[in-house]
């Protein structure tokens, strides 16, 4: 799914090991680096590819659920509570800048994201990668840059099937 739609129309729900790698970067070298692997499902039609995932301890979210729809040349995430309220949402679309709500243990506040790259290189059968970096502002307080890499793969056990 480079800029053109391609391929990924005619997957079903299906589970998929997900591979979750998020950077945060103080100049030029990574500070921070989260990397997690989970099981997620992942679907697709005419609209794009959505992928949906349980976030986990390390990430900073257990119990959360997050959704990432995924088209030629953007994604938009979303990431929900263990009861299904909307605490994050974001959209990645290079060179545009977006602001949105942010729940914080503290209140609420508000986060700008502006994308840098995104490439959403997915296979006919939904398995592939996804590159997103991003410089993100929470209330002008805290400021950087983040790269996610996704990696999509069919699950172990059904491979062997």
């Known amino acids: 799914m480079h800029s053109e739609k ?9 589970n998929v090991e997900v591979k979750i790698t998020g950077k945060q970067f103080a100049g030029t070298e990574a500070e921070d680096v989260v990397e997690f692997v989970t099981e997620g499902s992942i679907r697709a039609d005419e609209h794009g590819v959505t992928l949906t995932y349980p976030e986990s301890e390390l990430s900073g979210f257990p119990g959360s659920i997050t959704t990432l729809q995924i ?16 605490k994050t949402e974001m959209n990645f679309k290079q060179g545009e800048r977006m ?18 790259r995104v490439d959403a290189d997915l296979s006919d059968d939904g398995t592939g990668s996804i590159e ?17 890499h996704i990696d999509i793969q069919e699950v172990q056990n059904e491979r062997e099937a």
């Open 71 to 86: 088209q030629a040349d953007a994604i938009h995430m979303q990431r929900r509570d263990e009861e299904g309220k909307l």
């Open 132 to 148: 997103v970096t991003y410089l993100v502002s929470l209330e002008g307080i805290a400021e950087g840059k983040n790269a996610l």
């Open 99 to 116: 602001d949105s709500p942010y729940e914080t243990p503290y209140g609420t506040m508000k986060l700008e994201v502006l994308t840098d």
């Open 6 to 14: 391609k391929g990924c129309v005619n997957v079903k729900d299906r």
